[in-house]
T-cell receptor, first 119, second 115 residues
Framework: GAVVSQHPSWVICKSGTSVKIECRSL??????MFWYRQFPKQSLMLMAT?????????EQGVEKDKFLINHASLTLSTLTVTSAHPEDSSFYIC???????????????FGPGTRLTVL | AQSVTQLDSHVSVSEGTPVLLRCNYS??????LFWYVQHPNKGLQLLLK??????LVKGINGFEAEFKKSETSFHLTKPSAHMSDAAEYFC?????????????FGTGTRLTIIP
């Protein structure tokens, strides 16, 4: 259980175009999803926290107009990189929280990631 | 504020020998601690987690970690390394306050297994 998928697994696009990445929780409902960015040989950096039905909360330094996040349902969140540029090339990973009744700390389950290359 | 330090960026061990990946944390509250593994070009897989229950936590694939509050450590161990253990390992700390959970990742330790 607690499987998270991402689509696409990799994408190459031209500079100036927009790219949408989907994150789905396959066998559970996720009230909260998270988007991370990972540069080569570096750790994961949280970009934003996405709650179903409300606006995402972005971390400091992350441009909300560039990285549009939509969490329209309990099983789907999308990240759209608008007007992508080569410096946006990275590995984008989502995670979903599977809340446990009566427990305040929940485990995040991670998707397999999406590698974005902007030419 | 919470933080986590992985003391070794790279660890190499021979197949069949013990593995020790070190992690120290800092937290203002009672933290939850996790170890995740990432194989090349893959997402993260949860190895184990500590959430204020037993201090010795057993995970998948023979890994375990011990929470030591006095040392603020959460080192990951395995008695006998296997070639398939070669991957990047991340120590993660979480403080769940007011229903908000934010994970803070260590910089990772790359584990190499020597045949």
């Amino acid at each position: 259980g607690a499987v998270v998928s991402q689509h696409p697994s990799w994408v190459i696009c031209k500079s100036g175009t927009s790219v949408k990445i989907e994150c789905r929780s396959l066998d559970f409902q996720a009230t909260t999803m998270f988007w991370y960015r990972q540069f080569p040989k570096q750790s994961l950096m949280l970009m934003a926290t996405s709650n179903e039905g409300s606006k995402a909360t972005y971390e400091q330094g992350v441009e909300k107009d560039k990285f549009l996040i939509n969490h329209a349902s309990l099983t789907l969140s999308t990240l759209t990189v608008t007007s992508a540029h080569p410096e946006d090339s990275s590995f984008y990973i989502c995670s979903a929280r599977a809340p446990l009744a009566g427990v305040s700390t929940d485990t995040q389950y991670f998707g397999p990631g999406t590698r974005l290359t902007v030419l | 504020a919470q933080s986590v330090t992985q003391l070794d960026s790279h660890v190499s061990v021979s197949e069949g020998t013990p593995v020790l990946l070190r992690c120290n944390y800092s937290s203002s509250y009672s933290p939850s601690l996790f170890w995740y593994v990432q194989h090349p070009n893959k997402g993260l897989q949860l190895l184990l987690k500590y959430t204020s229950a037993a201090t010795l936590v057993k995970g998948i694939n023979g890994f375990e970690a011990e929470f030591k509050k006095s040392e603020t450590s959460f080192h990951l161990t395995k008695p006998s390394a296997h070639m398939s253990d070669a991957a990047e390992y991340f120590c993660v700390v979480s403080e769940a306050r007011f229903g908000n959970e934010k994970l803070t990742f260590g910089t990772g330790t790359r584990l190499t297994i020597i045949p």
